[in-house]
């Protein structure tokens, strides 16, 4: 049976996330852009690393490339959510973790091919 701290310490997240390293823009609603440095990604978001604090459910349009092992890329651009931004002296910035809003298929293929590289 599993203790009180052992379920609190159980990872929440359900897809499988694998770490991607990529450039990517976001331009916030008010037309405030900024650059942030992604983490990792799932088929349906992203961690990003932001030198700020953004509050949770703010809304913003990220442009990515997703880069393939066979050297091939994919511009890419979504909608998403901020889910939540916390500091982390790890990273000597905030860790956002972002939701895509409606994925485009184009996107929710090439997500899949870099997840399944």
Do not use: W
Request: aromatic share 10%.
């Amino acid at each position: 049976m599993e203790t009180h701290k052992q379920v609190q310490l159980r990872e929440r997240r359900t897809e499988l996330r694998k770490p991607f390293r990529a450039r990517v823009v976001a331009a916030f609603t008010g037309g405030m852009s900024f650059e942030l440095r992604a983490l990792d990604v799932t088929h349906g978001g992203m961690g990003l690393l932001a030198q700020f604090n953004v509050p949770a459910q703010s809304r913003c349009t990220l442009s990515f490339r997703v880069r393939f092992k066979d050297g091939t890329t994919f511009d890419a651009m979504a909608t998403a959510t901020v889910a939540y931004s916390v500091f982390s002296s790890d990273h000597d910035g905030f860790k956002l973790g972002v939701h895509f809003d409606d994925i485009a298929l184009p996107l929710a293929a090439a997500l899949a091919r870099y997840m399944n590289e």
